[in-house]
């Protein structure tokens, strides 16, 4: 009933720029913190970075001053700009979103996104 559809990953020289877009839809009445994480082969997935609703932003040390996440709550949609890409940086990238869905019960429940494979290299 609610899905979180992902756009944007692909390959990327060292030094480059991406821009993930995650949409939300289905039976949505409101969302709460936004976020991305990312996870590569025999890893555990690891934070990001996070967005809340009144856009309060939170990075993982890792990439600080070369991520930004947004989000455009008409829209329903998360980003995430990634310039400056390492190596490093190279994953499968997954939105994940707090939402209160509608309907006789209100609930609120975590949604993930598909997964955007990103990688970087020359």
């Known amino acids: 009933q609610v899905q979180l559809v992902e756009s944007g990953g692909g390959l990327v020289q060292p030094g480059g720029s991406l821009r993930l877009s995650c949409a939300a839809s289905?039976?949505?009445?409101?969302?709460?913190?936004m976020a991305w994480y990312r996870q590569t082969p025999g890893k555990q997935r690891e934070l990001v970075a996070t967005?809340?609703?009144?856009?309060?932003?939170n990075y993982a040390d890792s990439v600080k001053g070369r991520f930004t996440i947004s989000r455009d709550n008409a829209k329903n949609t998360v980003y995430l700009q990634m310039n400056s890409l390492k190596p490093e940086d190279t994953a499968d990238y997954y939105c994940?979103?707090?939402?209160?869905?509608?309907?006789?019960?209100?609930?609120?429940?975590?949604?993930w996104g598909q997964g955007s494979p990103v990688t970087v290299s020359s």
């Open positions: 967005i809340t609703t009144g856009g309060i932003t």
């Open positions: 994940k979103a707090h939402i209160w869905t509608t309907g006789v019960i209100r609930r609120l429940d975590i949604y």
């Open positions: 289905g039976n949505i009445f409101s969302i709460d913190t």
